[in-house]
């Protein structure tokens, strides 16, 4: 159950952050819908999504998190299963090699388009695996929903939804929180108050991944999934004296 409240979580934060006026992704503009839009059933189809209860088969609730393996297999089946809206791409490897995939979700998947693009990161901490189980389940509830619920159609018709289930595929497959080499990926990225890694040839393949990925598409919004603690960080809120 707690699952199915972070996906509707994630649904809703995408959904409303479709209305910011002027918004802009790849260069190109918005404009946010108006009411006669064919959207009237919006709103109540989000407090549906919020008050629906789901029963699973015990099966599925003790099988346990998917290895690398089997998530890159799941990730391959489901651009088979919704070749029409979306596909499949790397943006780079771990250190040991293992592709960094991504799935997008789009009517036009691939295309360049004047549409909010938006982001989704898990697993960034190699001990923090929930992050890879929601964000598959929202990209299946999404493609098994879009040709009847009006906000999955929503979503597939106004955006360009990236999803990497997992960034740090290494540490998940030896229960640890960082990376191959032993560094936290979370810590690896430019910071304005703490230069801790400066030199590029010293950052992570998995962080320059990512680095290269937001060169290439504009993100309007973006959210990485963590685990362990209630907590929502949000860019620049750090302070020079770490308050």
Not at 121 to 126: E, P
Not at 148 to 175: C, M, T
């Amino acid at each position: 159950m707690i699952k199915l409240r972070f996906v509707q979580s994630l649904l809703f934060f995408t959904a409303i952050c479709f209305f910011i006026p002027k918004i802009a992704a790849r260069g190109g503009h918005s404009d946010y819908i108006q009411p006669g839009d064919g959207n009237a059933s919006f709103h109540g189809t989000a407090r549906h999504l919020f008050a629906q209860e789901e029963k699973r088969p015990s099966v599925e609730l003790t099988r346990g998190y998917m290895t690398n393996a089997d998530l890159e297999k799941a990730m391959k089946d489901f651009t088979k299963k919704c070749s029409k809206i979306s596909r499949l791409y790397s943006i780079g490897k771990s250190v040991n090699g293992f592709p960094l995939w991504v799935i997008e979700i789009s009517d036009k998947p691939g295309e360049i388009e004047a549409e909010p693009a938006f982001k989704y990161i898990g697993n960034v901490h190699g001990d923090e695996p929930v992050g890879r189980e929601l964000l598959l389940r929202l990209a299946n509830w999404i493609c098994d929903n879009y040709e009847i619920d009006p906000l999955a159609k929503l979503i597939v018709e106004n955006v360009h939804l990236h999803i990497l289930p997992s960034l740090n595929p290494d540490g998940f497959s030896v229960r640890r929180r960082n990376n191959a080499n032993n560094v936290d990926l979370n810590r690896d990225f430019p910071d304005q108050f703490f230069p801790m890694n400066e030199d590029l040839s010293l950052r992570q393949p998995e962080t320059t991944a990512i680095m290269n990925w937001l060169r290439e598409i504009r993100f309007t919004a973006s959210a990485t999934l963590h685990g362990g603690a209630l907590v929502a960080n949000f860019p620049w809120d750090g302070t020079e004296d770490k308050r």
